[in-house]
């Protein structure tokens, strides 16, 4: 290869490399940071050069590195209070989440209202007060969703509307702010089946089934959906990812 074409291309790369977002020493608060995708795009961010704050009930199980915030999001004043001590940031990534098998026709209303307690009302109370907290005009939100949001499985009972919810009040998030002429960029990652805790907790009392599908399909792992989250935060300024649907090569629905 000629000198001249090597120089072409090492310029084109670097430019290719400078429209990507930096986010080094930028702070990103992650909800859910103690466990699943919460704890690997915590891992991920780290190691990309950002302060992390990892917003959740158990701080011992954050990853060495992150700033500790103790908080249940199905309280809100506990919310309240901690962003009370947040004085900057970024970026606020939704990650926590709870999943409960629980039918419509015969779950447990208890079941449903801790699902949209943490899946719904806490992830929009975050997002209201990470809000004051951005740069004028800037920051970025990411929630983190599912495809039960998109479609409902068979099983999906209430845990699939409270995704459902999340899609949509991110979409009104972004139409208010888009109302008001600020440019804050708001985003949903939804995965299909991710190997993590939450699996254990949805699939309580039926194990069987659970060990079933993972012996059937290669699952996602949550460095998987933490790749996709970070890529979203490396877009350019001028470049909105509003939804990433990503799954299993082996799931079919």
């Known amino acids: 290869m000629e000198t001249s074409s090597i120089f072409l291309i090492l310029i084109m790369s670097k430019n290719l490399n400078s429209n990507s977002m930096n986010?080094?020493?930028?702070?990103i608060l992650i909800t859910g940071a103690s466990s699943g995708?919460?704890?690997?795009?915590?891992?991920?961010?780290?190691?990309?050069?950002?302060?992390?704050?990892?917003?959740?009930?158990d701080i011992s199980k954050l990853p060495e590195g992150v700033e500790p915030l103790e908080c249940d999001?199905?309280?809100?004043?506990?919310?309240?209070?901690?962003?009370?001590?947040?004085?900057?940031?970024?970026?606020?990534?939704?990650?926590?989440?709870?999943?409960?098998?629980?039918?419509?026709?015969?779950?447990s209303p208890d079941d449903w209202e801790k699902m949209w307690r943490v899946n719904v009302q806490g992830l929009s109370i975050c997002c209201q007060k990470?809000?004051?907290?951005f740069p004028e005009g800037k920051g970025q939100v990411i929630n983190v969703s599912s495809m039960s949001g998109?479609?409902?499985?068979?099983?999906?009972?209430?845990?699939?509307?409270?995704?459902?919810?999340?899609r949509a009040l991110t979409d009104a998030l972004r139409?208010?702010?888009?109302?008001?002429?600020?440019?804050?960029?708001?985003?949903?990652?939804?995965?299909?089946?991710v190997?993590?805790?939450?699996?254990?907790?949805?699939?309580?009392?039926?194990?069987?089934?659970l060990e079933k599908t993972r012996s059937e399909i290669e699952m996602l792992t949550a460095e998987d959906v933490a790749r996709s989250i970070v890529h979203v935060l490396e877009t350019p300024l001028h470049v909105e990812i509003t939804d990433i649907q990503l799954r299993s090569a082996d799931q079919v629905g």
């Open 23 to 27: 986010i080094s020493e930028k702070t």
């Open 37 to 57: 995708i919460g704890y690997a795009t915590a891992v991920a961010a780290l190691e990309k050069g950002a302060r992390v704050i990892g917003l959740c009930r």
């Open 73 to 107: 999001l199905s309280d809100p004043e506990a919310i309240n209070r901690a962003f009370a001590g947040v004085a900057h940031l970024d970026t606020l990534i939704n990650s926590a989440g709870l999943a409960l098998l629980s039918s419509i026709k015969d779950g």
């Open 130 to 133: 990470a809000l004051p907290l």
């Open 150 to 166: 998109h479609r409902v499985p068979p099983s999906g009972g209430f845990y699939s509307p409270t995704k459902f919810a999340v």
């Open 175 to 193: 139409s208010e702010l888009r109302a008001d002429g600020r440019k804050t960029r708001v985003a949903t990652i939804s995965p299909g089946f």
């Open 195 to 209: 190997d993590t805790p939450l699996l254990d907790t949805y699939f309580k009392g039926r194990e069987e089934v």
